[in-house]
């Protein structure tokens, strides 16, 4: 993993997109979030909402940006759960942050960092929403391990496949 | 300080954040006298109306999703797939798959039709009012067990209703809108419902643990308790009606926070993983089948009127009433009828006098009476004189 400077990173391109290409992607991701596991039955191991904004962050290499944006999708996701909302949006908001800031010190053009940076932060957002309900809200939440360990893998599967195909819809100088 | 929050402004803009969501979050939790947390069953109207919007926004292009997956599936099949084959096979084959695609495709509808038509059958059986719904989505994370109906409050639903399907309880209505509706499953960790096992009478409450599973926590040991044992609802949570199907005891297991407790594992009856059509219970007041309503209509009609037997036994019972003594003489007035005569024909007898009356005995002072005497009627008291010897 090579980590740049301060300074060369600004070498770097940032990957801008057109403004219909955020609304639709992310608008797909929850419709299809909440249409797939009807489909897929139990074996809904993805978080598709985590892994455009976890994408969409590591793109912009803009912390702010990606806080707002996982802030609102969390509470989306939250939204159409029974849940309490706010415990989706804090863990998708610290991981738009966390990819936002990691966006600026890596190279994110490389599709094996992101895929790995996509499989830690599911990680992340799974710790971070059970300690929100468990500790924080003291809710019945439990933390399964092998469900959540198959969840970052789904989602750094999905991210493989999908990433390069986001790529294409880059608007390019 | 300008400077200060633009150096740190991503962390700030972080912080508020984080900290608007969390103030949030603490609306909506409340402590029971327990001392656990729960969500408040109802939500606040800040809340509601965010759960309003983003139905309203996923909602249309989730259920255009799901309708047109059929019709993406019948494009595929009947012609990318008859376009493939047509290639790779120029005779018979071609024929034969294409024969066994539509079978296929028949099969499925036949399927379906014997779903429907037992979903039906079961409706028009049931005798509380029922509304067929389909399911159409969910809500996307494997810790929330909840999915959303294709019918709202503009088909009569409300926030509790059961949904059931003719195999079993499948759930309740928890938000209602206006064409859809979110249904909260059975195996969800906050759901609950009163259950009964079937043959030891055991009560118990249900619920869903993390993985999905359905159990009946809180239940004393008993050793009568076996798998296979089938479990129904009991009625007595204002939710579900008394004796639909919910399980089978799949094993007991202890509880691991409680002595002498266990929790039951249950195979559910309805197929929560993969549900398609259900039926929402709109109203619990019994619907008798057309025959049963004739026959109670009738009889209210002929509440009034007195059936022939019952007359001929009130003429038997006035003969009857003629020939024995009664408490009416025709020959007294009104007035003097032993019917209104009020004094005891039995009066209490008087006590007895005594051998030798004193100034203690009640007859010493008859001359009183019950009434006490006044104040300044002087008694006559015995004179006591003293004997001078002369």
């Known amino acids: ?173 | 300080m300008e400077s200060l929050f633009v150096r740190y402004r991503n962390l700030v803009v972080l912080l508020a954040l984080l900290t608007v969501q969390l103030f949030g979050l603490a609306l909506q939790v409340r402590r029971t006298p327990g001392g656990t947390s729960m969500l408040d069953s109802s939500d606040p109207s800040g809340v509601r109306l965010i759960r309003l919007w983003a139905n309203a926004l996923i909602s249309p292009p989730e259920r255009l999703v799901h309708s047109s997956k059929i019709g993406i599936s019948a494009t595929w099949s009947n012609y990318i797939d008859l376009v493939h084959v047509r290639q790779q096979n120029k005779d018979l084959e071609s024929a034969v798959d294409r024969l066994r695609l539509e079978q296929a495709a028949l099969l499925e509808d036949a399927r379906q039709g014997e779903r429907l038509q037992a979903i039906l059958g079961f409706q028009q059986k049931y005798i509380y009012s029922t509304i067929a719904a389909q399911v159409y989505g969910s809500s996307g994370s494997d810790r929330s067990r909840d999915f959303f109906i294709d019918k709202g409050r503009r088909d009569g639903l409300k926030p509790d209703m059961a949904v059931i399907t003719a195999a079993g309880i499948v759930g309740k209505v928890r938000d209602v809108f206006p064409h859809t509706a979110q249904v909260l499953a059975v195996n969800d960790t906050t759901s609950g419902a009163g259950v009964i096992l079937e043959t030891t009478r055991i009560r118990g409450v249900l619920r869903g643990d993390a993985s999905g599973q359905l159990e009946v926590v809180g239940v004393t040991a008993d050793q009568r308790i076996q798998p296979g044992e089938h479990v129904l609802t009991a009625g007595g949570d204002l939710i579900f009606p008394r004796g639909l199907p919910v399980g089978v005891v799949k094993r007991v297991v202890r509880d691991p926070d409680r002595d002498g407790l266990v929790d039951i594992i249950l195979t559910p009856a309805a197929p929560l993983d993969g549900l398609d059509e259900v039926l929402v219970i709109t109203s619990t007041e019994p619907r008798f089948p057309p025959q049963d309503e004739q026959d109670l209509a009738a009889s209210k009609a002929d509440e009034g009127a007195v059936p022939p037997a019952i007359k001929d036994q009130m003429k038997a019972s006035e003969i009857m009433a003629e020939k024995l003594p009664g408490l009416t003489d025709p020959n007294l007035p009104p007035d003097k009828q032993p019917l209104n005569d009020n004094s005891n024909p039995n009066p209490a007898p008087p006590p007895p006098q005594p051998l030798h009356p004193d100034e203690f005995s009640p007859t010493a002072n008859d001359d009183s009476g019950t009434t006490p005497e006044p104040e300044s009627s002087p008694k006559q008291k015995p004179q006591m004189t003293p004997q001078r010897n002369p």
Do not use: C
């Open chain 1, 1 to 173: 993993m090579r980590v740049l400077g301060a300074e060369s990173r600004r070498d770097y391109e940032i990957h801008r997109y057109p403004l219909l290409v955020y609304a639709l992607v992310l608008l797909g991701a929850l419709v299809l979030q909440a249409w797939l596991p009807r489909v897929v039955g139990r074996y809904d191991w993805f978080d598709l909402p985590l892994v455009v904004i976890v994408y969409f962050a590591l793109g912009r290499r803009n912390p702010l940006q990606g806080s707002l944006m996982g802030a609102a999708m969390g509470l989306f996701e939250d939204a159409l759960s029974h849940n309490a909302i706010g415990i989706n949006g804090i863990a998708k908001t610290t991981v738009g942050f966390l990819a936002g800031s990691v966006g600026i010190r890596i190279d994110v053009d490389n599709h094996t960092i992101r895929v790995l940076l996509n499989f830690a932060l599911s990680l992340v957002s799974s710790a971070i929403y059970i300690f929100v309900a468990r500790f924080l809200l003291g809710l019945p939440a439990e933390w399964n391990g092998l469900t959540e360990l198959l969840r970052a893998v789904g989602n750094a599967v999905i991210a493989l496949v999908l990433f390069p195909l986001l790529d294409r819809l880059q608007v390019r100088d």
